[in-house]
């Protein structure tokens, strides 16, 4: 099934790729979701936002001509779920299952691999993402290193790091672009080890700070690579929160701090001789 | 060099807090970054779920949050009764009872962090010589009241707020009130260095008033805890949340009667939490709502077996007078330990 859908969105491909040309060997336009206004990358959002269903959700791929979205649970298995207009509900492994879930969108002509990935957290139970982070999923693979923990999130001024491998193997001195829903564009090189340390910018507008159901904005993430005469590009793309301080005081944090510690002071006095407990 | 290192209950115990203090709230180091890889998110202890380092984290944030989302929202939407309300919060409890049923109340006193990090404070009091306060006649009776605190934090913030706030009586800011008071989120995350808890969030009013409330027994628990044993246990939901199944516990404290109970009355000079059942009562009255199984009153007790530490049918530790002769000379029962105090040798006067 997932073979005749790739050789279907092959085929497809290549009769647009043959129509009109392009850079990189990357497919043209036709066939795809309209990009992002934010970026012209290759994206998986989410439709109506993040939260929702604890055992399902409906992705949208925007910027990539892909029939079906791959998702691999932690438990190891896979499974595809075709794309229509409004894009794919995926579900968790098993409903019991929950956790990080990879999710994934795959073009492919003869001289370009598309791939457009990000990761969907079940709210149940499941397996730690360990595992499903270290199997290899596409060729070239953006993978976090770690995801942030279940109540945890990307957030402005944060440095996150992200692994860059090829055939699972590390990739050093590659240059992986961020761009972001605020506006924020840049580049950094991975290291000997193929990671990339990412500073999240902190660009959300001062009126869309704090609070506890905090905004978020999109980033992506994009890596090429060329390799037997193909091309691959890769992104990973999620959310990012304002930084915590913007809705904080430390100042106010320490006043009150302040005021419990002079609240005790009194406590410190001595006891009256006569109220002394004789030694035992 | 077992005996050397620990020669007494209290050294075992520290041991023990520290290699908890590390585990609490650094322990993802050992067992992993992810929640799945966790020790358990129902843990009996204060081991906070904002430290984003620890190694498990405490049963009254996931209490807070089942009744807020799931249990709340369950009722408004009527529907998936067992599977979204009872289920989650009796498997809540479950995992919870699975770990309190091993060690009981003793988590309170040998594994929370910030039941360690409050002796540490007090330590560093009776080193200094502040004289200590005590929660009873002569001195802050009226602290005495406090008892009852805890109950009503347990129900009003860990149940029944989120609860209202799941049904949405209650606004937002209130889903997990309990969090935003507890001074061990403070403490544990400025462990890992992360400030960002101790800043107070200005979101809105309730979130305001919260944060500046729970900064405010931080700091009082920090200068107070030089004074009194562990102020912040006393009204601690969590040793009310652990009261409710100290009697399920195999783990537990046992008293019998001896003539000189309530009249020596050092079991509860030793006690941290000045309680006065200790020496008054003895059977199930002793082992009181406060007692956090920490052991100093079995330490301090100078009668053979009249105070007991046991779970189930063995006892892990009995009080004896020889024992009692040996701490009190190195560690008063209040906890202050004697100055050492260096004298000349007899005769040595001659050979200067």
New interface residues.
């Given amino acids: 099934m997932q073979g005749r859908l790739l050789l279907i969105t092959w085929l497809a491909m290549a009769g647009v790729a043959q129509a009109a040309p392009h850079e990189h060997g990357v497919p043209a336009a036709e066939g795809r979701a309209k990009p992002a206004a934010w970026s012209a990358l290759p994206l998986l959002l989410p439709v109506g936002g993040r939260g929702g269903e604890r055992d399902g959700a409906q992705l949208r791929p925007v910027g990539i001509a892909a029939s079906e979205l791959l998702v691999f649970a932690?438990d190891g298995s896979q499974k595809s779920y075709p794309v229509d207009a409004e894009g794919a509900r995926i579900r968790s492994a098993a409903p019991t299952q929950g956790?990080?879930h990879w999710v994934l969108a795959r073009e492919e002509t003869p001289t370009h691999v598309g791939i457009a990935s990000t990761t969907w957290y079940f709210s149940n139970?499941?397996?730690?993402?360990?595992k499903l982070l270290a199997r290899q999923k596409a060729e070239l693979e953006i993978t976090p290193s770690?995801?942030p923990?279940?109540?945890?999130s990307y957030r402005e001024s944060e440095k996150w790091r992200f692994a860059v491998l090829f055939m699972g193997q590390a990739l050093a001195g590659k240059s992986l672009r961020m761009e972001t829903e605020g506006g924020s564009r840049s580049v950094v090189q991975t290291d000997q080890n193929g990671i990339a340390t990412v500073l999240f910018p902190r660009d959300f507008a001062a009126s869309k700070g704090?609070?506890?159901?905090r905004p978020k904005m999109n980033f992506v993430l994009a890596v090429e690579h060329e390799a037997g005469g193909k091309h691959y590009r890769t992104t990973f793309n999620h959310t990012y929160t304002p930084d915590?301080?913007r809705?904080?005081?430390?100042a106010?944090?320490?006043a009150?701090?302040?005021?419990?510690?002079?609240?005790?002071?009194p406590?410190?006095?001595?006891?009256a001789a006569n109220?002394q407990?004789p030694?035992? | 060099m077992l005996k050397a290192l620990f020669p007494t209950l209290s050294r075992v115990r520290f041991a023990v807090q520290v290699v908890m203090l590390f585990v609490t709230v650094y322990g993802s180091v050992l067992v992993g970054t992810y929640m799945a890889d966790k020790l358990s998110n129902n843990l009996p202890a204060l081991s906070c779920a904002y430290d984003q380092m620890n190694g498990g984290y405490c049963v009254l944030i996931p209490t807070q949050h089942i009744l807020h989302h799931r249990i709340g929202e369950a009722i408004v939407r009527a529907q998936q009764l067992t599977f979204g309300m009872v289920l989650p919060l009796l498997m809540s409890f479950v995992a919870f009872f699975a770990f309190f049923f091993v060690l009981g109340k003793a988590f309170c006193g040998w594994v929370c962090p910030l039941g360690t990090l409050q002796e540490i404070v007090g330590r560093v009091g009776r080193r200094f010589g502040i004289g200590l306060r005590r929660l009873e006649d002569g001195d802050l009776v009226a602290a005495r009241r406090v008892r009852p605190v805890k109950w009503l934090l347990l129900l009003g913030l860990v149940f029944l707020l989120p609860l209202l706030t799941g049904l949405g009586v209650t606004p937002h800011a209130l889903g997990n009130p309990y969090c935003d008071l507890c001074p061990s989120r403070i403490a544990t995350t400025l462990l890992t260095g992360n400030t960002e808890q101790l800043a107070v969030h200005l979101g809105d009013g309730w979130s305001f008033a919260l944060g500046a409330t729970g900064n405010t027994i931080i700091g009082f628990m920090l200068i107070g805890g030089l004074a009194i044993r562990q102020p912040f246990c006393r009204i601690c939901p969590m040793l009310a949340f652990n009261t409710l199944f100290q009697r399920l516990s195999p783990c537990r404290l046992v008293k019998t009667r001896h003539a000189n109970c309530g009249t020596c009355r050092i079991c509860t000079e030793a006690c941290p939490m000045d309680i006065p059942e200790i020496s008054l009562e003895d059977g199930r009255k002793a082992y009181s709502e406060d007692c956090t199984l920490c052991g100093r009153c079995a330490e301090y007790c100078p009668q053979d077996g009249t105070i007991r530490l046991k779970w189930g049918p063995l006892t892990l530790f009995s009080s004896q007078r020889n024992y009692y002769k040996t701490k009190v000379q190195r560690e008063l029962p209040d906890g202050t330990v004697k100055p050492v105090r260096f004298v000349r040798k007899p005769g040595s006067a001659d050979h200067a």
């Fill in positions: 932690p956790n990080y139970p499941g397996p730690a993402p360990a770690p995801l923990r279940e109540h945890g704090g609070g506890h159901g915590a301080d809705n904080r005081s430390l106010w944090g320490g009150f701090l302040l005021v419990g510690m002079l609240g005790a002071v406590l410190l006095r001595r006891r109220n407990r030694e035992a």
